[in-house]
Structure formats: C-alpha cells, structure tokens
C-alpha cells in the first residue's frame, strides 16, 4: 500500500543555493498493520505501564516500609490477595499471545470482554485510598487510554465481504 502523501525535495546547485523549481517526489511505503499484531502491540505498551506504574509506586516515601510490614493503605498482603494480583497481571501477558493466535470473530469477542474487565479493574482501582501522585494518575490516564483503544480496535474490526452463494 502506497501512501498517498509526497515529499518534495529540493536539489541543490553547485553554487549551494536551492532551485525549487527541480523538484522529486518521494513517495513512503506505508504498510498495513494486521488487526491481530495491532491489539497484540497494544497489549504489550498497556503491561508496560502497569509495570512502570508499580515499580515507580515503591519510590513514595514510606511505601517500602509498609511493605515490610505487609500492609500497603491498610490492605493486608496476603497469599490470595498476592496471587490475585498475579492473575490479572497475567491477563495482559495471555492478551498478546491470543490476540496473534486467536480466529479473528473469537479474537475480537475475547478482547472486547477482557478489555472492558480490564476497564472496570481500572475505574475500581481510581477509589482506593491514599493519595493519588501525579505519576500515577499520568499512567492511569494512559491506561484508560490503552484500553479504550483495545476495546475500539476490536470493536471496529474490518470485515470482509463474502458473496452470497446467489451471486456467484
């Protein structure tokens, strides 16, 4: 696929002044992505954040601290709360592999539903207490954003046209 827009250079003269009236156009190769690697690339950038949003988290002041004791905001860190926020930080890692490897109408169903869960998880987490840092809520907003463009590529998937068996 060829991209409609051009570039035109300019060449210039031996005496290093420009001529504009010789002008090539250079035309760039602008190449579709495939839905499944577009959700799959998505996927990635949204874990990151939720990585980068955890890690920098334990730079507040006194986060350290309260993890020794094992409550961070008076939640306690137990064994199920633990392993539950290691499931749905999986969730991501599974995304990437299903979005690649899924039929397209599963794969576009299963993004939808983990895209909205993973919305909510979102909105959930906005209320729970403590003070919000500035960083936090940068990576929230980019969060949301990540996921509403999850939602809406799989929403907006392209169909392809099948001719009806009168019409052949």
């Known amino acids: 696929m060829v991209d409609k827009n051009t570039v035109k250079k300019s060449k210039k003269k031996s005496n290093g002044r420009t001529n504009s009236k010789v002008n090539d156009t250079a035309v760039f190769e602008d190449v579709r992505v495939n839905t499944k690697t577009k959700l799959a690339l998505i996927w990635v950038a949204l874990m990151f954040l939720y990585v980068y949003n955890d890690i920098l988290s334990f730079f507040q002041p006194g986060t350290v601290n309260q993890l020794s004791t094992g409550t961070i905001e008076g939640m306690e860190m137990t064994q199920a709360f633990l392993f539950g926020g290691a499931v749905l930080m999986s969730i991501p890692s599974f995304m990437i592999i299903l979005s690649v490897f899924l039929p397209a109408k599963t794969n576009r169903s299963?993004?939808?539903?983990?895209?909205?869960?993973?919305?909510?998880?979102?909105?959930?987490?906005?209320?729970?207490?403590?003070?919000?840092w500035a960083f936090y809520a940068y990576n929230m907003i980019l969060e949301g954003v990540f996921i509403g463009l999850i939602v809406w590529t799989a929403w907006s998937w392209p169909v392809l046209e099948q001719p009806r068996g009168d019409e052949q």
């Open 110 to 132: 299963v993004n939808i539903v983990v895209g909205v869960f993973h919305a909510f998880v979102l909105v959930s987490t906005t209320f729970v207490g403590g003070e919000t």
